[in-house]
């Protein structure tokens, strides 16, 4: 199956929208450091290519979202746009495994018991990266902003996760982990 992941973006944006501009530029930054990541980490044979697309398509349902500083006037949280995002991937017939790297993006995994105790407009099951890939693209997010003032700026691994541990100690645990793993 051939997957071209701005023309799948194209299916769902108006290419001549700042909403397609904001969602392509966020994406083309978090493929390449993505895959920085991935040559660092060469030795655990991560999936280059699966990489490179599922990064650019890991944010595709913020459309449905509501983030007005980003352009996104949907009817959900922008908390959903993770498992939003896997239902518009799977619905397209993809593998799965794009589908799971939307869905387990955001923050840095939202667990079962995070849903639960923050009473998340979200299904109730873990969406946490569970394979090396997942976990790459997870970590690649954290370093770009989509807001239009934040745009131009990378984050350092202290003030990632510093925001982090701000929404949930475990995501910064998490986003520890996996940066000492990755030797960010």
């Known amino acids: 199956m051939k997957i071209d992941p701005v023309e799948i973006i194209r299916q769902f944006y108006?290419?001549?929208?700042?909403?397609?501009?904001?969602?392509?530029?966020h994406s083309t930054k978090v493929a390449a450091k993505s895959l920085e990541i991935a040559k660092g980490?060469?030795?655990?044979?991560?999936?280059?290519?699966?990489i490179e697309k599922?990064?650019?398509?890991?944010?595709?349902?913020?459309?449905?979202?509501?983030?007005?500083?980003i352009g996104c006037a949907g009817k959900y949280p922008y908390v959903c746009h993770g498992y939003l995002g896997r239902e518009l991937l799977d619905g397209l017939g993809l593998p799965?495994?794009?589908?799971?790297?939307?869905?387990?993006?955001?923050?840095?995994?939202?667990?079962?018991?995070?849903i639960i105790e923050a009473n998340l407009p979200l299904p109730h099951?873990?969406?946490?990266?569970?394979?090396?890939?997942?976990?790459?693209?997870?970590?690649?997010?954290?370093?770009?902003?989509?807001s239009p003032k934040e745009a131009d700026k990378?984050?350092?691994?202290?003030?990632?996760?510093?925001?982090?541990a701000n929404l949930n100690p475990?995501?910064?645990?998490?986003?520890?982990?996996?940066?000492?793993?990755?030797?960010?």
């Open 154 to 164: 990378v984050m350092t691994r202290k003030k990632i996760e510093k925001r982090l």
């Open 41 to 50: 980490v060469a030795h655990l044979n991560p999936d280059m290519d699966f």
């Open 54 to 69: 599922a990064a650019m398509l890991h944010d595709i349902g913020i459309f449905k979202t509501r983030s007005p500083k």
């Open 96 to 114: 799965r495994a794009f589908g799971l790297v939307s869905e387990r993006h955001t923050g840095a995994g939202i667990t079962l018991e995070n």
């Open 14 to 25: 108006d290419p001549d929208s700042t909403l397609f501009a904001i969602l392509v530029e």
């Open 170 to 184: 475990g995501h910064a645990k998490r986003f520890s982990a996996w940066a000492d793993e990755f030797n960010l």
């Open 125 to 146: 099951r873990d969406m946490v990266p569970v394979i090396l890939e997942e976990k790459i693209i997870c970590c690649a997010d954290k370093f770009y902003s989509k």
